[in-house]
């Protein structure tokens, strides 16, 4: 395809890829974007900037996107249908370009009523699947929605969430392949936990020949203590973590449970490694990028490529 992203050359190469995410400040404060970033830089291949996750009020990804690539930082535009119409969507993408962004990862979004503005109208004008294709056409054709020729277009490489672990699994795989037919180069999944059920998915996955179609990276999440873990597996919707691990990190004590997340997730990223289909690992280090580093030393993952 040919775009100039990093991350997909990357992957093109055969790397085993390492993305990032970075949530932008509940503000304009610059500075606190820049703290979050500076742990990242040179640790991994792009970085996420979330799109008013969880619905709350936040600085824009793209805005934040522009400052990290400012920094030497290859970006990822999170971008949610959520909020946006089908123009607003499409203007997005072109501005997006315009500042040297070349990734994009497209979202439906969390609903409005899990914010901090619960007044807001949800727009969900497309869903992630169609912003696929609208980015897909306006890379591919040179066309927005309707088919109307553009002047420049925006050579994006195209990224998409699943999880994995929303029943029935079957049709996480059905999802998955409309996601690619959209036009999906690559794919971040839902945390990984429960790695039996990970590598079911995978399985199925490669059988149905999409894992030579897109590349899949596996999401991780370092646990920093057993509230945070008991809080993911019963409060946030499509999350599974296996009850012998929410044991194992409440079996120590509190001033070392920090230590054992960090360790849970090195043995994530070692086991997903060895997984057919899989690319490369996100790991979503939430509010703790400065872990990240030792992360990815311990997971010998801490050399990136240069391509």
């Known amino acids: 395809m040919n775009t100039e992203s990093r991350l997909e050359k990357v992957l093109a190469a055969g790397h085993f890829a390492v993305t990032a995410e970075c949530g932008p400040p509940k503000g304009s404060d610059v500075s606190v974007l820049e703290r979050k970033a500076a742990h ?11 799109d008013n996750q969880t619905a709350i009020v936040r600085m824009s990804s793209i805005a934040a996107c522009s ?3 400012g920094m030497g930082i290859e970006p990822v535009v999170q971008m949610v249908t959520r909020d946006r119409n089908r123009i607003a969507l ?5 501005g997006a370009y315009a ?8 979202l439906t979004g969390d609903h409005h009523s899990f914010g901090n503005q619960k007044a807001a109208i949800g727009v969900f004008d497309l869903d992630s699947i169609q912003l696929v294709r609208t980015v897909r056409d306006m890379r591919d054709h040179g066309t927005i929605i309707d088919g109307e020729a553009i002047q420049g277009a925006p050579r994006m490489f195209i990224g998409a969430a699943e999880n994995p672990f929303a029943d029935p699994i079957a049709w996480r795989v059905t999802r998955l ?4 037919a959209a036009g999906a180069d690559f794919i971040q999944t839902q945390c990984v ?6 590598e079911e998915f995978m399985l199925q996955a ?3 020949g999409l894992t030579d179609k897109v590349s899949i990276l596996a999401g991780v999440t370092p646990l920093k203590s057993a509230g945070m873990a008991r809080y993911m597996a019963t409060k946030v919707a499509g999350m599974d973590i296996p009850e012998e691990l929410l044991k194992r990190i409440a079996g120590v004590p509190k001033e070392k449970q920090a230590e054992e997340g960090i360790k849970i997730a090195v043995e994530t990223i070692q086991r997903v490694r060895e997984i057919s289909g899989v690319a490369g690992i996100h790991l979503m280090a939430i509010e703790w990028e400065e872990k990240v580093p030792e992360i990815l030393e311990v997971a010998g993952l801490a050399q990136r490529p240069q391509v």
Request: with cysteine; charged share 20%; net charge positive.
């Open 67 to 69: 400052i990290l690539k």
């Open 40 to 50: 990242l830089l040179g640790r991994v291949d792009a970085v996420n900037v979330t």
């Open 99 to 106: 500042l040297g962004l070349r990734n994009v990862l497209c």
């Open 206 to 208: 490669r059988n149905a």
């Open 177 to 180: 392949a409309k996601k690619v």
């Open 90 to 94: 499409q203007s997005d993408l072109f």
């Open 193 to 198: 936990f429960n790695i039996n059920r990970f």
